[in-house]
Protein backbone atom coordinates (compact mmCIF):
# COMPACT_ATOMS: atom_id res chain seq x y z
CA UNK A 1 0.00 0.00 0.00
CA UNK A 2 0.96 3.59 -0.39
CA UNK A 3 3.07 5.50 2.46
CA UNK A 4 -0.23 6.45 4.35
CA UNK A 5 1.40 9.98 5.44
CA UNK A 6 3.01 10.60 2.09
CA UNK A 7 -0.67 10.40 0.60
CA UNK A 8 -2.09 12.31 3.96
CA UNK A 9 0.26 15.14 3.03
CA UNK A 10 -0.98 15.26 -0.23
CA UNK A 11 -4.21 15.71 0.96
CA UNK A 12 -3.44 18.34 3.11
CA UNK A 13 -1.71 20.17 0.24
CA UNK A 14 -4.58 19.50 -2.13
CA UNK A 15 -7.48 20.80 1.24
CA UNK A 16 -5.02 24.04 1.76
CA UNK A 17 -4.68 24.97 -2.25
CA UNK A 18 -8.21 26.23 -3.13
CA UNK A 19 -8.12 25.96 -6.84
CA UNK A 20 -10.38 29.89 -7.39
CA UNK A 21 -7.79 31.32 -5.39
CA UNK A 22 -4.61 29.63 -7.53
CA UNK A 23 -6.49 30.13 -11.23
CA UNK A 24 -7.33 33.56 -10.24
CA UNK A 25 -3.70 34.38 -9.42
CA UNK A 26 -3.11 33.37 -13.31
CA UNK A 27 -6.77 34.67 -14.73
CA UNK A 28 -9.31 37.15 -14.61
CA UNK A 29 -11.80 34.67 -12.93
CA UNK A 30 -15.97 36.08 -13.93
CA UNK A 31 -18.06 34.01 -11.16
CA UNK A 32 -21.60 33.20 -12.78
CA UNK A 33 -23.94 31.18 -9.71
CA UNK A 34 -21.43 29.05 -8.19
CA UNK A 35 -19.18 28.47 -10.88
CA UNK A 36 -16.28 31.05 -12.01
CA UNK A 37 -15.53 31.35 -15.66
CA UNK A 38 -12.80 32.19 -17.83
CA UNK A 39 -10.89 32.19 -21.56
CA UNK A 40 -9.13 28.89 -21.46
CA UNK A 41 -5.61 29.66 -20.59
CA UNK A 42 -5.03 26.13 -22.84
CA UNK A 43 -5.81 27.03 -26.10
CA UNK A 44 -6.96 30.11 -28.24
CA UNK A 45 -10.63 31.51 -27.81
CA UNK A 46 -12.67 34.68 -27.09
CA UNK A 47 -15.57 33.46 -25.20
CA UNK A 48 -15.09 31.78 -21.88
CA UNK A 49 -15.63 28.30 -22.11
CA UNK A 50 -13.28 27.24 -18.73
CA UNK A 51 -15.18 26.36 -15.73
CA UNK A 52 -14.04 26.14 -12.54
CA UNK A 53 -16.21 24.41 -9.83
CA UNK A 54 -15.31 25.90 -6.75
CA UNK A 55 -18.01 23.35 -4.83
CA UNK A 56 -15.89 20.29 -6.32
CA UNK A 57 -12.42 21.80 -6.65
CA UNK A 58 -12.15 20.53 -10.52
CA UNK A 59 -11.81 22.79 -14.25
CA UNK A 60 -13.21 21.74 -17.26
CA UNK A 61 -12.47 23.87 -20.67
CA UNK A 62 -15.63 23.19 -23.08
CA UNK A 63 -13.93 24.18 -25.76
CA UNK A 64 -10.69 21.89 -25.93
CA UNK A 65 -11.70 19.19 -23.09
CA UNK A 66 -9.01 19.96 -20.67
CA UNK A 67 -10.01 19.17 -17.18
CA UNK A 68 -8.33 18.20 -13.74
CA UNK A 69 -7.48 19.66 -9.94
CA UNK A 70 -5.35 21.78 -8.62
CA UNK A 71 -2.60 20.37 -8.84
CA UNK A 72 -3.07 19.52 -13.06
CA UNK A 73 -3.59 23.12 -13.08
CA UNK A 74 -0.46 24.32 -11.78
CA UNK A 75 1.11 21.42 -13.41
CA UNK A 76 -0.08 23.29 -17.02
CA UNK A 77 0.79 26.54 -16.00
CA UNK A 78 3.90 26.62 -15.10
CA UNK A 79 5.10 23.72 -17.06
CA UNK A 80 6.06 21.06 -14.06
CA UNK A 81 5.77 17.72 -12.87
CA UNK A 82 3.29 16.67 -10.88
CA UNK A 83 5.29 16.26 -7.68
CA UNK A 84 6.90 19.92 -8.34
CA UNK A 85 3.30 21.19 -8.88
CA UNK A 86 2.82 19.99 -5.45
CA UNK A 87 5.56 21.43 -3.92
CA UNK A 88 4.84 24.71 -4.93
CA UNK A 89 1.75 24.41 -3.93
CA UNK A 90 2.74 22.97 -0.39
CA UNK A 91 5.09 25.98 -0.09
CA UNK A 92 2.67 28.48 -0.67
CA UNK A 93 0.68 26.38 2.02
CA UNK A 94 3.94 26.87 4.55
CA UNK A 95 3.42 22.76 4.39
CA UNK A 96 7.34 20.69 4.53
CA UNK A 97 7.21 17.80 2.52
CA UNK A 98 7.99 14.70 4.24
CA UNK A 99 10.64 12.37 2.91
CA UNK A 100 8.84 8.99 2.47
CA UNK A 101 9.82 5.84 0.09
CA UNK A 102 7.14 7.37 -2.41
CA UNK A 103 9.18 10.46 -3.12
CA UNK A 104 12.91 9.95 -2.86
CA UNK A 105 13.73 10.61 -6.69
CA UNK A 106 11.47 13.48 -6.93
CA UNK A 107 13.60 14.71 -3.51
CA UNK A 108 16.90 13.82 -4.82
CA UNK A 109 16.21 15.87 -8.04
CA UNK A 110 14.32 18.67 -6.04
CA UNK A 111 17.88 18.98 -4.17
CA UNK A 112 19.73 18.80 -6.97
CA UNK A 113 17.95 21.34 -8.29
CA UNK A 114 18.38 23.82 -4.73
CA UNK A 115 21.81 23.00 -4.94
CA UNK A 116 22.27 24.47 -8.47
CA UNK A 117 20.07 27.83 -7.39
CA UNK A 118 22.15 27.88 -4.15
CA UNK A 119 25.51 28.18 -6.31
CA UNK A 120 24.11 30.48 -8.49
CA UNK A 121 22.62 32.42 -5.73
CA UNK A 122 26.50 32.37 -4.56
CA UNK A 123 28.02 33.35 -7.85
CA UNK A 124 25.41 36.37 -8.37
CA UNK A 125 26.48 37.87 -5.10
CA UNK A 126 29.97 37.61 -5.74
CA UNK A 127 29.80 39.11 -9.66
CA UNK A 128 27.77 41.88 -7.79
CA UNK A 129 30.39 42.84 -5.23
CA UNK A 130 32.92 42.71 -7.86
CA UNK A 131 31.73 45.10 -9.40
CA UNK A 132 31.88 47.85 -6.91
CA UNK A 133 35.68 47.08 -6.19
CA UNK A 134 38.43 50.00 -7.06
CA UNK A 135 40.24 47.53 -9.37
CA UNK A 136 37.04 47.41 -11.48
CA UNK A 137 36.00 50.94 -12.11
CA UNK A 138 35.98 50.92 -15.96
CA UNK A 139 33.29 48.10 -15.54
CA UNK A 140 31.14 50.31 -13.38
CA UNK A 141 32.40 53.39 -15.73
CA UNK A 142 30.87 50.76 -18.80
CA UNK A 143 27.34 50.63 -17.36
CA UNK A 144 27.48 54.51 -16.13
CA UNK A 145 27.92 55.34 -19.80
CA UNK A 146 25.32 53.21 -20.73
CA UNK A 147 22.86 55.25 -18.71
CA UNK A 148 22.24 52.23 -16.18
CA UNK A 149 23.10 53.82 -12.51
CA UNK A 150 23.70 52.36 -9.63
CA UNK A 151 20.02 52.00 -8.53
CA UNK A 152 19.19 49.84 -11.64
CA UNK A 153 22.76 47.70 -11.08
CA UNK A 154 20.98 46.96 -7.46
CA UNK A 155 17.71 46.23 -9.05
CA UNK A 156 18.82 43.93 -11.56
CA UNK A 157 21.73 42.39 -9.79
CA UNK A 158 24.43 43.44 -12.56
CA UNK A 159 28.14 42.41 -11.93
CA UNK A 160 31.64 42.02 -12.83
CA UNK A 161 33.71 38.69 -13.22
CA UNK A 162 37.13 40.02 -12.97
CA UNK A 163 39.63 36.78 -12.93
CA UNK A 164 39.73 33.15 -14.08
CA UNK A 165 39.34 31.66 -10.43
CA UNK A 166 37.53 34.32 -8.56
CA UNK A 167 34.06 32.80 -8.53
CA UNK A 168 35.54 28.98 -8.17
CA UNK A 169 37.23 30.41 -5.47
CA UNK A 170 34.50 32.45 -3.56
CA UNK A 171 31.94 29.09 -3.99
CA UNK A 172 34.79 26.11 -3.22
CA UNK A 173 34.44 28.47 0.19
CA UNK A 174 30.74 27.45 0.72
CA UNK A 175 30.73 23.77 0.27
CA UNK A 176 30.14 24.26 -3.38
CA UNK A 177 31.49 21.63 -5.50
CA UNK A 178 33.09 21.85 -8.96
CA UNK A 179 30.35 19.39 -10.42
CA UNK A 180 27.28 21.48 -8.99
CA UNK A 181 29.47 24.55 -10.55
CA UNK A 182 29.75 22.70 -13.93
CA UNK A 183 25.75 22.11 -13.59
CA UNK A 184 24.67 25.11 -12.62
CA UNK A 185 26.85 26.43 -15.72
CA UNK A 186 28.81 28.78 -14.24
CA UNK A 187 32.30 27.26 -15.35
CA UNK A 188 33.66 25.97 -18.10
CA UNK A 189 36.05 22.90 -17.54
CA UNK A 190 39.24 21.22 -19.37
CA UNK A 191 38.49 17.86 -22.07
CA UNK A 192 40.34 15.71 -18.82
CA UNK A 193 37.64 17.72 -16.20
CA UNK A 194 40.78 18.43 -13.68
CA UNK A 195 40.45 22.23 -14.44
CA UNK A 196 37.69 24.41 -14.36
CA UNK A 197 37.50 28.42 -14.81
CA UNK A 198 34.85 31.14 -15.06
CA UNK A 199 32.53 30.69 -17.79
CA UNK A 200 31.92 34.68 -17.53
CA UNK A 201 35.72 36.17 -17.15
CA UNK A 202 35.76 39.55 -18.01
CA UNK A 203 32.11 40.47 -18.60
CA UNK A 204 29.71 42.42 -16.80
CA UNK A 205 27.14 39.77 -15.71
CA UNK A 206 23.29 40.19 -15.84
CA UNK A 207 21.73 37.88 -13.28
CA UNK A 208 18.61 36.15 -14.88
CA UNK A 209 15.99 35.12 -12.72
CA UNK A 210 13.01 33.11 -13.20
CA UNK A 211 8.94 34.30 -12.40
CA UNK A 212 9.69 32.76 -8.44
CA UNK A 213 13.35 35.28 -7.99
CA UNK A 214 15.96 32.17 -8.13
CA UNK A 215 18.70 33.00 -9.97
CA UNK A 216 19.02 30.78 -13.03
CA UNK A 217 22.06 31.79 -15.04
CA UNK A 218 24.01 34.90 -16.82
CA UNK A 219 24.26 36.99 -19.72
CA UNK A 220 27.69 38.32 -20.05
CA UNK A 221 28.98 41.13 -21.95
CA UNK A 222 31.72 41.52 -22.91
CA UNK A 223 33.50 45.37 -23.18
CA UNK A 224 35.78 44.89 -25.69
CA UNK A 225 36.05 46.00 -29.00
CA UNK A 226 36.79 42.77 -30.81
CA UNK A 227 35.05 40.96 -34.03
CA UNK A 228 36.56 37.98 -32.64
CA UNK A 229 34.79 37.72 -28.83
CA UNK A 230 31.05 37.17 -28.60
CA UNK A 231 29.29 40.41 -27.53
CA UNK A 232 26.99 38.60 -25.65
CA UNK A 233 27.45 34.93 -23.91
CA UNK A 234 24.49 32.84 -21.76
CA UNK A 235 24.83 30.88 -19.60
CA UNK A 236 24.74 27.20 -21.25
CA UNK A 237 21.73 25.13 -20.96
CA UNK A 238 21.48 23.16 -17.38
CA UNK A 239 18.79 21.86 -15.63
CA UNK A 240 17.38 25.28 -14.79
CA UNK A 241 18.21 27.53 -17.70
CA UNK A 242 16.29 26.91 -21.13
CA UNK A 243 16.74 30.09 -23.25
CA UNK A 244 13.38 29.57 -25.07
CA UNK A 245 11.55 29.22 -21.71
CA UNK A 246 12.97 32.66 -20.43
CA UNK A 247 11.51 36.34 -19.81
CA UNK A 248 13.97 38.40 -19.03
CA UNK A 249 13.46 41.10 -16.04
CA UNK A 250 9.69 40.02 -15.10
CA UNK A 251 10.83 39.24 -11.48
CA UNK A 252 11.88 43.38 -11.29
CA UNK A 253 8.65 44.26 -13.44
CA UNK A 254 6.76 41.75 -11.05
CA UNK A 255 7.74 43.71 -7.75
CA UNK A 256 7.72 47.68 -9.59
CA UNK A 257 3.88 46.51 -11.13
CA UNK A 258 2.69 45.10 -7.77
CA UNK A 259 -0.44 47.24 -6.67
CA UNK A 260 0.04 49.51 -10.07
CA UNK A 261 -2.30 49.36 -12.92
CA UNK A 262 -0.81 48.40 -16.37
CA UNK A 263 -2.49 47.79 -19.63
CA UNK A 264 -0.42 44.85 -20.73
CA UNK A 265 3.82 43.90 -20.67
CA UNK A 266 5.69 45.46 -23.21
CA UNK A 267 7.97 42.93 -24.39
CA UNK A 268 11.86 44.40 -25.84
CA UNK A 269 14.59 42.01 -27.08
CA UNK A 270 17.40 42.28 -25.08
CA UNK A 271 18.74 43.08 -21.41
CA UNK A 272 20.21 46.38 -22.13
CA UNK A 273 16.66 47.22 -23.93
CA UNK A 274 14.72 46.24 -20.57
CA UNK A 275 16.73 48.20 -18.02
CA UNK A 276 16.44 51.33 -20.20
CA UNK A 277 12.36 51.06 -20.67
CA UNK A 278 12.66 50.30 -16.66
CA UNK A 279 14.41 53.20 -16.00
CA UNK A 280 12.37 55.58 -18.18
CA UNK A 281 8.76 54.92 -16.06
CA UNK A 282 7.72 52.01 -18.47
CA UNK A 283 7.43 49.03 -15.60
CA UNK A 284 5.69 46.72 -17.02
CA UNK A 285 8.55 45.78 -19.85
CA UNK A 286 10.07 42.29 -19.98
CA UNK A 287 12.62 41.19 -22.21
CA UNK A 288 12.68 37.71 -24.42
CA UNK A 289 16.24 37.15 -24.46
CA UNK A 290 16.89 37.96 -28.08
CA UNK A 291 14.57 34.94 -29.41
CA UNK A 292 11.36 34.88 -30.85
CA UNK A 293 8.44 34.01 -28.34
CA UNK A 294 7.52 30.56 -27.77
CA UNK A 295 4.51 28.95 -26.17
CA UNK A 296 6.28 29.31 -22.84
CA UNK A 297 6.95 32.93 -22.84
CA UNK A 298 2.92 33.38 -23.97
CA UNK A 299 2.09 31.27 -21.18
CA UNK A 300 3.79 33.51 -18.34
CA UNK A 301 2.57 36.67 -20.34
CA UNK A 302 -0.52 35.42 -19.92
CA UNK A 303 -0.58 36.05 -16.04
CA UNK A 304 -0.16 39.59 -16.62
CA UNK A 305 -3.07 40.91 -18.57
CA UNK A 306 -4.65 39.84 -22.34
CA UNK A 307 -2.47 43.05 -24.01
CA UNK A 308 0.99 42.29 -25.26
CA UNK A 309 2.91 45.06 -26.72
CA UNK A 310 6.19 43.73 -29.40
CA UNK A 311 9.03 46.18 -28.92
CA UNK A 312 11.90 43.96 -30.99
CA UNK A 313 14.17 45.51 -32.68
CA UNK A 314 13.93 47.44 -35.95
CA UNK A 315 16.33 45.63 -38.37
CA UNK A 316 15.42 42.82 -40.26
CA UNK A 317 16.02 40.25 -37.94
CA UNK A 318 13.87 41.95 -35.53
CA UNK A 319 11.10 42.18 -37.79
CA UNK A 320 10.91 38.89 -38.25
CA UNK A 321 11.16 37.83 -35.11
CA UNK A 322 7.89 40.06 -34.39
CA UNK A 323 6.37 38.21 -37.03
CA UNK A 324 6.97 34.84 -35.76
CA UNK A 325 6.14 36.41 -31.94
CA UNK A 326 2.42 37.88 -33.38
CA UNK A 327 1.23 34.15 -34.71
CA UNK A 328 2.76 32.71 -31.24
CA UNK A 329 0.79 35.13 -29.01
CA UNK A 330 -2.42 35.63 -31.09
CA UNK A 331 -2.34 31.64 -30.76
CA UNK A 332 -2.37 31.87 -26.83
CA UNK A 333 -5.52 33.88 -26.87
CA UNK A 334 -3.43 37.80 -26.51
CA UNK A 335 -4.29 41.08 -27.95
CA UNK A 336 -1.40 41.98 -29.91
CA UNK A 337 -0.20 45.34 -30.68
CA UNK A 338 3.20 46.76 -32.42
CA UNK A 339 5.24 49.30 -31.28
CA UNK A 340 7.46 50.45 -34.74
CA UNK A 341 10.06 51.98 -34.13
CA UNK A 342 12.12 54.41 -36.43
CA UNK A 343 15.37 53.78 -37.99
CA UNK A 344 15.82 50.12 -37.22
CA UNK A 345 16.61 51.97 -33.75
CA UNK A 346 15.87 49.24 -30.45
CA UNK A 347 14.39 51.05 -27.55
CA UNK A 348 17.63 51.81 -25.66
CA UNK A 349 18.98 53.69 -28.97
CA UNK A 350 15.35 55.11 -29.25
CA UNK A 351 15.24 56.23 -25.36
CA UNK A 352 18.59 57.65 -25.53
CA UNK A 353 17.55 60.28 -28.55
CA UNK A 354 14.22 60.98 -27.94
CA UNK A 355 13.28 60.17 -24.53
CA UNK A 356 10.35 58.88 -22.64
CA UNK A 357 7.26 60.93 -23.85
CA UNK A 358 8.41 60.34 -27.69
CA UNK A 359 8.57 56.47 -26.21
CA UNK A 360 4.96 57.07 -24.82
CA UNK A 361 3.48 58.48 -28.15
CA UNK A 362 5.03 55.74 -29.99
CA UNK A 363 3.30 53.06 -27.84
CA UNK A 364 -0.22 55.41 -28.34
CA UNK A 365 0.39 54.71 -31.56
CA UNK A 366 1.03 51.02 -31.75
CA UNK A 367 -0.85 49.05 -34.44
CA UNK A 368 -2.65 45.68 -34.44
CA UNK A 369 -0.56 42.32 -35.53
CA UNK A 370 -2.28 42.34 -39.09
CA UNK A 371 -1.60 45.77 -39.77
CA UNK A 372 2.05 44.94 -38.84
CA UNK A 373 2.01 42.32 -41.20
CA UNK A 374 0.68 44.09 -44.15
CA UNK A 375 2.75 47.05 -43.99
CA UNK A 376 6.05 44.34 -43.73
CA UNK A 377 4.44 42.80 -46.98
CA UNK A 378 4.14 46.22 -48.17
CA UNK A 379 7.84 47.27 -47.67
CA UNK A 380 8.79 43.96 -48.72
CA UNK A 381 7.46 44.64 -52.25
CA UNK A 382 8.62 46.29 -55.55
CA UNK A 383 5.38 47.85 -56.63
CA UNK A 384 6.88 50.06 -59.31
CA UNK A 385 5.87 47.47 -62.01
CA UNK A 386 2.41 45.03 -62.74
CA UNK A 387 4.18 42.10 -61.67
CA UNK A 388 5.31 43.70 -58.49
CA UNK A 389 1.91 44.47 -57.66
CA UNK A 390 0.34 41.48 -58.97
CA UNK A 391 2.56 39.81 -56.24
CA UNK A 392 1.91 42.30 -53.63
CA UNK A 393 -1.91 41.82 -54.10
CA UNK A 394 -1.69 37.77 -53.72
CA UNK A 395 0.28 38.02 -50.53
CA UNK A 396 -2.10 40.43 -48.62
CA UNK A 397 -4.88 38.49 -49.98
CA UNK A 398 -3.17 35.17 -48.36
CA UNK A 399 -2.89 36.79 -45.48
CA UNK A 400 -6.67 38.36 -45.55
CA UNK A 401 -8.65 35.12 -46.19
CA UNK A 402 -7.11 33.20 -42.73
CA UNK A 403 -9.01 36.14 -40.47
CA UNK A 404 -11.97 34.70 -39.96
CA UNK A 405 -14.16 38.41 -39.06
CA UNK A 406 -15.19 39.82 -42.26
CA UNK A 407 -15.42 43.51 -40.78
CA UNK A 408 -11.89 43.42 -39.88
CA UNK A 409 -10.59 42.49 -43.28
CA UNK A 410 -13.38 45.45 -44.77
CA UNK A 411 -11.24 47.79 -43.05
CA UNK A 412 -7.90 47.27 -44.98
CA UNK A 413 -9.14 47.06 -48.11
CA UNK A 414 -8.89 50.66 -48.92
CA UNK A 415 -5.41 51.19 -48.09
CA UNK A 416 -4.62 48.41 -50.02
CA UNK A 417 -6.87 49.55 -52.97
CA UNK A 418 -4.94 52.77 -52.58
CA UNK A 419 -1.21 51.40 -52.94
CA UNK A 420 -2.06 49.57 -56.04
CA UNK A 421 -4.29 52.54 -57.68
CA UNK A 422 -7.28 50.14 -58.01
CA UNK A 423 -10.84 50.13 -56.80
CA UNK A 424 -11.33 48.61 -53.44
CA UNK A 425 -14.33 46.94 -54.90
CA UNK A 426 -11.44 44.95 -57.09
CA UNK A 427 -9.77 43.75 -53.75
CA UNK A 428 -12.63 42.67 -52.15
CA UNK A 429 -13.65 40.18 -55.08
CA UNK A 430 -10.50 38.98 -55.57
CA UNK A 431 -10.43 38.18 -51.66
CA UNK A 432 -13.94 36.42 -51.82
CA UNK A 433 -13.00 34.56 -54.86
CA UNK A 434 -10.12 32.76 -53.16
CA UNK A 435 -12.62 32.35 -50.14
CA UNK A 436 -15.68 30.85 -52.60
CA UNK A 437 -14.17 26.84 -53.16
CA UNK A 438 -13.68 26.66 -49.20
CA UNK A 439 -17.15 28.08 -48.69
CA UNK A 440 -18.83 25.90 -50.94
CA UNK A 441 -17.09 22.65 -49.83
CA UNK A 442 -17.78 23.57 -46.09
CA UNK A 443 -21.78 24.78 -46.99
CA UNK A 444 -21.72 20.83 -48.40
CA UNK A 445 -20.15 19.03 -45.76
CA UNK A 446 -20.25 20.93 -42.58
CA UNK A 447 -23.76 19.30 -41.48
CA UNK A 448 -21.68 15.87 -42.15
CA UNK A 449 -18.65 16.68 -40.26
CA UNK A 450 -19.83 18.34 -37.70
CA UNK A 451 -22.03 15.29 -36.95
CA UNK A 452 -19.43 12.91 -37.29
CA UNK A 453 -16.89 14.57 -35.34
CA UNK A 454 -19.40 15.57 -32.35
CA UNK A 455 -19.99 11.79 -32.23
CA UNK A 456 -16.26 10.58 -32.51
CA UNK A 457 -15.77 13.16 -29.83
CA UNK A 458 -18.59 12.19 -27.30
CA UNK A 459 -17.58 8.90 -27.74
CA UNK A 460 -13.93 9.44 -27.41
CA UNK A 461 -14.80 11.24 -23.75
CA UNK A 462 -16.92 8.76 -22.86
CA UNK A 463 -14.74 5.43 -23.31
CA UNK A 464 -11.83 8.16 -21.30
CA UNK A 465 -14.20 8.24 -18.34
CA UNK A 466 -14.67 4.75 -18.66
CA UNK A 467 -10.90 3.87 -18.64
CA UNK A 468 -10.20 6.17 -16.13
CA UNK A 469 -13.33 5.01 -13.68
CA UNK A 470 -11.78 1.25 -14.01
CA UNK A 471 -8.30 2.20 -13.72
CA UNK A 472 -8.58 4.05 -11.00
CA UNK A 473 -10.34 1.03 -9.40
CA UNK A 474 -7.30 -1.39 -9.97
CA UNK A 475 -4.70 0.83 -8.72
CA UNK A 476 -6.70 1.75 -5.50
CA UNK A 477 -7.22 -2.05 -5.17
CA UNK A 478 -10.75 -2.12 -4.60
CA UNK A 479 -12.43 -4.63 -3.63
CA UNK A 480 -14.95 -5.45 -6.59
CA UNK A 481 -11.95 -4.35 -8.56
CA UNK A 482 -11.10 -7.98 -10.35
CA UNK A 483 -8.57 -8.95 -12.57
CA UNK A 484 -10.70 -11.02 -14.76
CA UNK A 485 -8.66 -13.65 -16.74
CA UNK A 486 -9.75 -15.00 -20.21
CA UNK A 487 -11.79 -11.08 -20.50
CA UNK A 488 -8.84 -8.85 -20.88
CA UNK A 489 -9.48 -5.28 -21.68
CA UNK A 490 -7.35 -3.30 -24.61
CA UNK A 491 -7.39 0.14 -23.34
CA UNK A 492 -7.27 3.14 -26.12
CA UNK A 493 -5.05 4.95 -23.81
CA UNK A 494 -1.42 3.38 -23.78
CA UNK A 495 -0.14 4.57 -19.77
CA UNK A 496 -3.99 2.71 -19.20
CA UNK A 497 -2.62 -0.23 -21.05
CA UNK A 498 0.77 -0.34 -19.12
CA UNK A 499 -1.23 -0.32 -15.46
CA UNK A 500 -3.61 -2.88 -16.19
CA UNK A 501 -1.11 -5.23 -18.26
CA UNK A 502 1.35 -4.86 -15.58
CA UNK A 503 -1.21 -5.14 -12.99
CA UNK A 504 0.48 -1.91 -11.49
CA UNK A 505 -0.92 -0.62 -8.00
CA UNK A 506 -0.63 2.98 -6.81
CA UNK A 507 2.38 2.95 -4.53
CA UNK A 508 4.03 1.23 -7.78
CA UNK A 509 3.33 3.47 -10.28
CA UNK A 510 5.77 6.05 -9.56
CA UNK A 511 8.84 3.14 -9.59
CA UNK A 512 7.00 2.17 -12.83
CA UNK A 513 6.21 4.78 -15.35
CA UNK A 514 8.29 7.68 -16.21
CA UNK A 515 7.66 11.24 -15.50
CA UNK A 516 5.83 12.53 -18.73
CA UNK A 517 3.53 9.42 -18.03
CA UNK A 518 3.36 10.25 -14.37
CA UNK A 519 2.03 13.85 -15.81
CA UNK A 520 -0.26 12.50 -17.91
CA UNK A 521 -2.59 10.45 -15.30
CA UNK A 522 -2.09 12.97 -12.54
CA UNK A 523 -5.54 13.12 -12.35
CA UNK A 524 -6.10 9.43 -11.51
CA UNK A 525 -4.63 10.72 -7.77
CA UNK A 526 -7.71 11.57 -7.13
CA UNK A 527 -10.20 9.41 -5.55
CA UNK A 528 -13.69 10.51 -5.62
CA UNK A 529 -14.58 9.78 -1.66
CA UNK A 530 -17.99 11.66 -1.97
CA UNK A 531 -20.05 8.56 -3.45
CA UNK A 532 -20.84 5.69 -1.47
CA UNK A 533 -19.32 2.18 -1.53
CA UNK A 534 -22.46 0.37 -3.17
CA UNK A 535 -22.53 3.48 -5.41
CA UNK A 536 -18.88 3.46 -6.41
CA UNK A 537 -19.41 -0.73 -7.46
CA UNK A 538 -21.99 0.10 -9.31
CA UNK A 539 -19.97 2.35 -11.16
CA UNK A 540 -17.32 0.80 -11.65
CA UNK A 541 -18.89 -2.27 -13.35
CA UNK A 542 -21.24 0.20 -15.44
CA UNK A 543 -17.67 1.00 -16.99
CA UNK A 544 -16.20 -2.36 -17.17
CA UNK A 545 -19.08 -3.90 -18.83
CA UNK A 546 -19.05 -0.99 -20.98
CA UNK A 547 -15.55 -1.59 -21.69
CA UNK A 548 -15.63 -5.38 -22.26
CA UNK A 549 -18.41 -5.33 -24.35
CA UNK A 550 -16.78 -2.72 -26.61
CA UNK A 551 -13.52 -4.68 -26.88
CA UNK A 552 -15.47 -7.85 -27.99
CA UNK A 553 -17.26 -5.49 -30.56
CA UNK A 554 -14.14 -4.54 -32.21
CA UNK A 555 -12.96 -8.04 -32.12
CA UNK A 556 -16.06 -9.95 -33.42
CA UNK A 557 -15.90 -6.58 -36.37
CA UNK A 558 -12.62 -8.05 -37.06
CA UNK A 559 -13.40 -11.46 -36.80
CA UNK A 560 -16.42 -11.04 -39.60
CA UNK A 561 -13.22 -9.33 -41.60
CA UNK A 562 -11.12 -12.68 -41.44
CA UNK A 563 -14.18 -15.12 -41.86
CA UNK A 564 -13.73 -16.46 -38.48
CA UNK A 565 -17.38 -17.45 -38.08
CA UNK A 566 -16.56 -20.06 -34.86
CA UNK A 567 -14.77 -16.66 -32.83
CA UNK A 568 -17.74 -14.54 -34.18
CA UNK A 569 -20.56 -16.99 -33.06
CA UNK A 570 -18.42 -16.83 -29.89
CA UNK A 571 -18.09 -13.28 -29.08
CA UNK A 572 -21.38 -12.59 -29.86
CA UNK A 573 -23.04 -15.22 -27.44
CA UNK A 574 -20.45 -13.59 -24.89
CA UNK A 575 -22.22 -9.85 -25.73
CA UNK A 576 -25.48 -10.67 -25.77
CA UNK A 577 -24.82 -12.35 -22.15
CA UNK A 578 -22.88 -9.71 -20.94
CA UNK A 579 -25.65 -6.97 -21.87
CA UNK A 580 -28.54 -9.82 -20.37
CA UNK A 581 -26.68 -9.53 -17.27
CA UNK A 582 -26.23 -5.59 -17.29
CA UNK A 583 -29.95 -5.20 -18.12
CA UNK A 584 -30.70 -7.76 -15.10
CA UNK A 585 -28.10 -6.23 -12.44
CA UNK A 586 -29.85 -2.50 -13.58
CA UNK A 587 -34.13 -3.39 -13.27
CA UNK A 588 -32.89 -5.56 -9.85
CA UNK A 589 -31.01 -2.31 -8.22
CA UNK A 590 -33.91 0.05 -9.68
CA UNK A 591 -36.62 -2.43 -7.70
CA UNK A 592 -34.67 -1.99 -4.92
CA UNK A 593 -34.83 1.44 -5.24
CA UNK A 594 -38.48 1.63 -5.60
CA UNK A 595 -39.33 -0.73 -2.31
Same mark, same amino acid.
Given at each position: ????????????? $????N???????????????????????????????????????? %???? /??????????????????? @???????????????????????????????? #?????????? $????????????????? #??L?? $????D????????????? @??????????????? !? +???????????? #????????????? +?????????N?????? =??????????? %? *??????????????? %?????? *?????????????????????????????V???????????????????R????????? #??????????L????????????????????????????S????????????????????????????????????? +???????????I??????? =? !??Y?????D????????????I???????????????? &?????????????????????????G?????????????????F???????????????????????????????????????????????? @????Y? /??????????K???????????????S??????? &?????????????? +??
Amino acid at each position: MQNKSFTEFVDSV $RNASNLVDIARSYLPLRQKGKNFWACCPFHSENTASFVINGEKQF %YHCF /GCGESGNVFTFVMKMENLS @WYDAMAMLAKKANLEIPHTEDNQEWLKMRQKR #DRLYQALMLA $RDFYCRNLFLPQNQKAL #DYLHQ $RGIDDDLIKKFHIGYSDS @WQGVVDELKQHGISY !E +TMYAAGIVTKSD #DGKRVWDAQFERV +TFSIHDVYGNCIGFTG =RTMKKDDNIAK %Y *KNTAETLVFNKSNIV %YGVDVM *KELSRNRHTNGLIVVEGNVDEIAMIKHGFVNTVACMGTALTKFHAGIMKRFGENVYLCL #DGDSAGQKATLKSIDTLQDAGLMVKVIVLPDGQDPDEFLSTHGTEAMQKMIDNSVGGLEFKLNYIKQQSDLKDKVGK +TAYLNRVVELLINVPNPAE =R !ELYLKDIADTLGIEKEVVRNTINLRLQPEEKENTISSV &IKSHNNTKILNNNNINHEREEKVIRGFLYEQPYAKFDPGNEITFNNPIFQKIYSQHLKLNEIDDKLDEKELQEIAALRDFNQELTIEEQEKE @WRDCYH /GLLIEDWTRKKILAIKNGDMNEVNRLSLLIKGKK &IIKRSTEEYANGNK +TN
